[in-house]
């Protein structure tokens, strides 16, 4: 496809959105959240599932409206593909084997055909298209939006006070060592990126080890296309080391402010803004077996994450940008992990950590709904009969382990339970492997329908 190609592709797009005939739907989550698995699984669902056993509540299908859906011969050129066919290749593996995780922004479009419903289009045409645009992005890119707000020194204290927190001051240490020993004048490239790259194995480590969720700068842990940029040499100095003007301070400062004017803002203006919808995906299983610390942590970082979609007119976005999200999914990923009576404990459990339920939340511009999900469904569920009781169970194999298991995981409390209760039950929810797949069914899941339903059901009208 050539620049002219390309062009004509925008335009065309401009076109179908003025028809309302296209949708830019965002999917984003933090690290391992499940983007990956569920924008594969989307588009699986929509390229093949048009059985009505299979998406039993997404209405298109139900009505046997549905007629297919295809990648679009047209994608933008200069953005990255969301890689499908490669992650396809891995669940459809011997044994099967989930993709590897999303590591920046991507994009990838869909055409979805289906007879209208009802009105004067329903009498006029015997099929309607809509353009579907699915776009990939780590939810750390919306830690940054709050940074827009703090300058410099806010920041590092901010930084500070949450790497002193019990679970993450033994991790933190070393870094805070080496501040200490550094040489507050000098300013040489070595030594600027000796210190980045302390501190974004520092955010590393947190990420793998401590349950930790909240990651500021977010491109540091998931640069994308900004990997090895020179506004990204950004760290937190050591409160001491702001109170008194020096040059290492004086050149992290100017950093950070190009990191919100070159990084933050644009992200916002020229992506963020053309979305009209979104997914949010929240591992919260993952956060209970990581323990309090962690639960709160999640539910701090959601709460950054949410200003995202706050954007009434005296909030910042609203302010800097014109965001025109309509329609917000929050969504408990690897619901498969638990046996299906604890669902609505775990939509809870989400709502909780949204800290409003979400019916009633502040989002005026967009309409939002909370679920509970698995785009890929890794586990069978039944029941196991002991002493003439039946119990729930789920069957699957553990991931690394080659024997099928089946096992009650365990309740899922229904709201953030108190420190108390994480030492003396320590919550053990597995992580599967996926299930063997074939390339002519589509992916199991859990709920997929309803977050079509919610999604795309009434542009399917
Ligand atoms: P991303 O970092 O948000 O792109 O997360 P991924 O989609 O790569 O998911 C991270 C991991 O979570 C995967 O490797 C799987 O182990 C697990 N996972 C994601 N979605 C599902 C799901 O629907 N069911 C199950 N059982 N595991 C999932």
């Known amino acids: 496809m050539s620049w002219l190609d390309d062009i004509q592709y925008q335009g065309r797009q401009l076109g179908n959105r003025a028809l309302d005939r296209h949708i830019r739907l965002g999917v984003t989550g933090l690290s391992g959240a499940g983007k990956t698995a569920f924008i594969t699984s989307l588009i699986h669902q929509l390229t093949l599932g048009d059985q009505p056993t299979h998406l039993p509540f997404f209405s298109v299908v139900q009505q046997g409206r549905y007629l297919g859906g295809r990648l679009a011969t047209m994608q933008p050129l200069a953005l990255p593909r969301f890689p499908y066919e ?15 995780s999303t590591t920046g922004w991507s994009q990838l479009n869909l055409t979805l055909r289906y007879k209208p419903g009802s009105g004067m289009r329903a009498r ?31 920041w590092s204290e901010f930084c500070w006070q949450l790497f002193r927190q019990p679970h993450r001051q033994a991790l933190s240490k070393p870094f805070a060592e080496l501040l200490q020993q550094t040489d507050l004048n000098d300013i040489s490239e070595l030594q600027l990126q000796h210190l980045t790259e302390a501190y974004s194995a520092l955010l590393q480590q947190f990420c793998e080890h401590a349950g930790t969720y909240l990651h500021q700068p977010g491109r540091l842990l998931v ?19 702001i109170v008194t003007a020096s040059p290492l301070l004086q050149r992290v400062t100017a950093h950070y402010q190009s990191y919100c004017n070159y990084v933050i803002k644009p ?51 609203g302010r800097l940008f014109k965001p025109q999200i ?78 099928p298991v089946t096992l009650f995981p365990g309740d899922v409390p229904a709201s953030l339970p108190d420190a108390a209760l994480f030492q003396c039950h320590p919550f053990q929810f597995p992580a599967l492997a996926p299930l063997a797949l074939s390339m002519q069914q589509p992916l199991p899941h859990v709920r997929m329908d309803h977050a079509l339903e919610f999604l795309l059901g009434d542009k399917l009208q």
Not at 86 to 100: F, R, S
Not at 284 to 290: K, R, T, V
Not at 371 to 382: H, K
Request: hydrophobic residues 40%; contains cysteine.
């Open 124 to 154: 006029l045409q015997n099929h309607s298209e809509l353009q579907l645009e699915l776009v990939d992005y780590p939810g750390e890119w919306l830690l940054d939006l709050p940074m827009l707000q703090q300058d410099y020194q806010q």
């Open 223 to 241: 640069p994308g296309e900004l990997a090895g940029a020179p506004m990204l040499q950004l760290f937190p100095l050591l409160p001491e080391q």
């Open 267 to 317: 992200f916002y203006k020229q992506h963020f803004s053309r979305l009209d919808r979104q997914v949010v995906l929240v591992d919260c299983l993952s956060a209970l077996n990581a323990g309090h610390a962690a639960m709160q942590e999640l539910q701090q970082a959601l709460g950054l994450i949410m200003q995202s979609f706050r954007y009434g007119p005296t909030s910042l976005l």
């Open 86 to 100: 490669h992650n396809l290749q891995y669940l459809l593996q011997q044994p099967p084997q989930w993709p590897p």
């Open 326 to 403: 309509t329609k917000v999914l929050f969504a408990a990923s690897k619901a498969d992990h638990v046996t299906p009576e604890q669902h609505k404990a775990l939509t809870l459990l989400l709502q909780q950590l949204l800290q409003q339920p979400i019916k009633h939340s502040h989002y005026a511009a967009a309409h939002s709904e909370a679920m509970a999900l698995a785009a890929i469904r890794a586990s069978t569920t039944g029941f196991v009969e002991q002493q003439g009781q039946k119990y729930p169970c789920i069957s699957g194999r553990e991931l690394g382990a080659i024997a």
